[in-house]
């Protein structure tokens, strides 16, 4: 089963508004990155949050980890029609075997 | 930089064919992977490598065969192809394992017939 489940599967909501997307994983972790993928391309890394940090910022882009509850949202403010892709979280950890291991991922769809 | 470069981006081939998907990094990078990506499963990792000479399996590395005798190319071979390896390929490379993003490729779509 994969470590990273993403919920919602799929979301639209209407340009300007914001999304929340959510990561649950079942194993401690040393850090939990989160990507994008447009339709027929590959992933691209947007924010890295490691297990000591509760919340990170990165322009539109906001991340919190609460390792206590083993998950993870992504917040992006203010959506445009260009984040319309999907968003995978992937954990990252080193206890034992070093790992990363990507979720299902949630297909975002922006309205204009 | 052209970051991540990987060739064909489509291919067909007969189940038991044999072929060779390539990947290639100019960023000096260490470390690189081969993931497949199926629908409804994530990503999976089937091999990657930790430097040049190396090479060791991930989760689903049965089928696939990798050589690392470069830092910047790091090919994957499908020895016998069957349909279960129809999915799409994806190169990635990183600075190191886990503690910064991976950089990936646009991917290769593969079907097998």
């Known amino acids: 089963s994969q470590q990273g489940e993403e919920d919602p599967q799929a979301l639209s909501i209407q340009e300007g508004e914001n999304a929340t997307m959510n990561c649950s994983y079942k194993t401690s972790i040393n850090n939990l990155q989160w990507y994008r993928q447009n339709s027929g391309r590959g992933l691209v890394h947007l924010i890295l949050?490691?297990?000591?940090?509760r919340e990170k910022h990165s322009g539109r882009l906001r991340v919190t980890l609460d390792t206590s509850k083993k998950s993870s949202s992504l917040l992006i403010t203010a959506s445009r029609a260009a984040d319309t892709a999907s968003y995978f979280c992937?954990?990252?950890?080193?206890?034992?075997?070093?790992?990363?291991?990507f979720g299902t991922g949630t297909r975002l769809t922006i309205i204009p | 930089n052209a970051g991540v470069t990987q060739t064909p981006k489509f291919r067909v081939l007969k189940t038991g064919q044999s072929m060779t998907l390539l990947c290639a990094q100019d960023m000096n990078h260490e470390y690189m992977y081969w993931y497949r990506q199926d629908p409804g499963m994530g990503l999976r990792l089937i091999h990657y490598s930790v430097g040049e000479g190396t090479t060791a399996k991930g989760e689903v590395p049965d089928g696939y065969n990798v050589s690392r005798s470069t830092t910047e190319d790091f090919p994957l071979r499908l020895l016998s192809a069957a349909p279960s390896q129809t999915s799409v390929y994806f190169c990635?490379?990183?600075?190191?394992?886990?503690?910064?993003?991976?950089?990936f490729g646009a991917g290769t779509r593969l079907s097998v017939l």
């Open positions: 992937a954990t990252f950890s080193n206890f034992g075997n070093e790992k990363l291991t």
């Open positions: 949050i490691r297990s000591n940090e």
């Open positions: 990635a490379s990183s600075y190191s394992r886990g503690r910064g993003g991976e950089y």
